[in-house]
């Protein structure tokens, strides 16, 4: 069975960083096109940033608010996609789910916690 672990959320003071991870198991993994959506309370789910599968480059993409801030990547050796945050907003407070999208397939992580507060 396909599984998924996210982890490295948590509470940061704004201007802080973190970094967001989301290992795999049991899938092809080279073949994915990674991505990490978040959703706020009381708000629709958001794409965050996206990255293509190896053979189609690794080219990442972003959001406008995370421009700069953020940056997504991938391992296709340890089976792991990252989100390092830097610059931290209040705004971007929310859950962090991690995507998994090929042809066939569509898979999202258990989710993580990110707050950022003073």
């Known amino acids: 069975q396909v599984q998924f672990v996210e982890s490295g959320g948590g509470l940061v003071q704004p201007g802080g960083s973190l970094r967001l991870s989301c290992a795999a198991s049991r899938i092809i993994f080279s073949i994915y096109a990674l991505g990490w959506y978040r959703q706020a309370p009381g708000k629709q789910r958001e794409l965050v940033a996206t990255?293509?599968?190896?053979?189609?480059?690794?080219?990442?993409n972003y959001t406008d608010s995370v421009k700069g801030r953020f940056t997504i990547s991938r391992d296709n050796a340890k089976n792991m996609v990252y989100l390092q945050m830097n610059s931290l907003r209040p705004e971007d407070t929310a859950v962090y789910y991690c995507?998994?999208?090929?042809?066939?397939?569509?898979?999202w992580g258990q989710g993580t916690q990110v707050t950022v507060s003073s």
């Open positions: 990255i293509t599968s190896g053979a189609s480059g690794g080219n990442t």
């Open positions: 995507n998994f999208k090929s042809a066939l397939n569509n898979y």
